[in-house]
């Protein structure tokens, strides 16, 4: 059997701590990924996460790891406005990436990234892998069986709220505990867009498959938000309202805003001539597929390969869930939903919804994937 590959961990933040580092922790896929080596810029914070979790190196900067580091794959838990960046440096290294969301900001960047890797055989997955849950699955195969109708529109998105203020992570006074959330709130990658409406965007798409224009309202409605007594200054689009067009006259109305949402966190809801989908509903039932009867939230997020288990009852699941295919995709050659080609149209939705808002005009798409058959 082949030697377990070497996880290299970009950032010790919230997500680093409470996905790749709790989950691999528990040791029970030992035989097939270790740690390797962590890194964090803020002082203390990584050589805090490694003695924590026993990760072999730590490092305060990203390309000390990268030249010193023993890692073969990466998770990239960074702020998501580097991750383009830190992703074209591990391609150069030749270390196959795990992108936590959202793999770029922009398309272009996307582009370059899932070009680069291509031509260096290094080998990509990128979160959130909405289309491995069950329950989406199956509502594609229902929508194309036509147990709704004609499909007329559907809606999806997310409010930011307080949410990230009041993190467990951050209420300490240690580098574990006390992490700063001010990056959601500023460019670049900062935003709900980047940070929560690309879960229901991923399963949206994943449903009905990619999108062909846009059109978009945005802007900053909160100038400060309030962490622990600070006023943190905020320069990112909080409020972003999309149209998305599929053609056929089929619409989605897609939103990222300060507060408020229209439908289940990353569970879109489907309006057809005959019907409605909401969550894993189907005109008020609830939808049976596998493990639908160990499913009480509909979501779908413990019935995944990998989320079994101690794994099922921990936070962040589907984080690990999303690594492991990076895994699976490295010692087997097993090919994932989560593909880097999916995230890149997602990414390209938000790209063409802020050229939108900012020209007034409506934005073509040009990019594609291949969303999973329905089951």
Not at 54 to 66: A, L, Y
Not at 91 to 116: C, P, R, W
Not at 157 to 186: C, K, M
Not at 235 to 243: C, E, Y
Request: some cysteine.
């Amino acid at each position: 059997m082949a030697k377990p590959l070497r996880l290299g961990i970009v950032g010790a933040g919230s997500i680093a701590l409470r996905s790749p580092l709790a989950h691999i922790a528990v040791g029970d896929v030992s035989d097939r990924i270790v740690f390797g080596a962590i890194c964090d810029p803020v002082p203390g914070r990584a050589k805090a996460a490694a003695e924590k979790f026993g990760v072999p190196q730590s490092f305060e900067s990203f390309d000390e790891m990268i030249a010193k580091g023993e890692f073969d794959i990466a998770t990239v838990c960074s702020p998501i406005g580097v991750h383009f960046d830190q992703g074209m440096k591990l391609v150069a290294a030749g270390k196959h990436i795990h992108f936590n969301k959202t793999m770029t900001t922009t398309k272009d960047e996307a582009d370059q990234l899932i070009d680069s890797a291509a031509k260096s055989r290094v080998k990509l997955v990128a979160s959130p892998g909405q289309m491995l849950r069950p329950p989406f699955l199956r509502i594609r195969k229902l929508i194309q069986d036509g147990a709704i109708g004609t499909l007329a529109w559907a809606v999806t998105g997310a409010g930011f709220g307080d949410y990230h203020q009041n993190e467990g992570v951050r209420q300490g006074n240690d580098v574990l505990t006390n992490i700063d959330p001010s990056w959601y709130f500023r460019k670049p990658g900062g935003g709900p867009l980047y940070d929560m409406t690309v879960y229901g965007l991923h399963t949206m798409t994943g449903v009905l498959g990619p999108a062909k224009r846009v059109t978009a309202m945005s802007g900053v409605l909160l100038r400060e938000r309030d962490f622990k007594g600070k006023l943190v200054a905020c320069d990112m689009d909080d409020n972003t309202v999309i149209l998305v067009d599929w053609g056929n006259s089929v619409f989605g109305f897609v939103h990222g805003t300060a507060v408020g949402s229209l439908s289940g966190f990353g569970a879109p809801t489907y309006f057809g001539t005959k019907g409605t989908i909401a969550g894993a509903q189907l005109n008020g039932k609830k939808i049976d597929y596998p493990g639908s009867d160990r499913d009480p939230n509909g979501n779908g997020v413990g019935l995944t390969k990998h989320a079994t288990g101690k794994h099922g009852q921990m936070g962040e699941m589907h984080v690990y869930e999303d690594l492991m295919q990076l895994v699976d995709l490295v010692l087997e050659g097993i090919p994932t939903v989560a593909t880097a080609e999916h995230a890149r149209h997602v990414i390209e939705i938000f790209d063409a919804a802020y050229r939108s808002a900012a020209t007034g005009q409506a934005q073509a798409l040009t990019s594609t994937f291949t969303p999973p058959p329905g089951a």
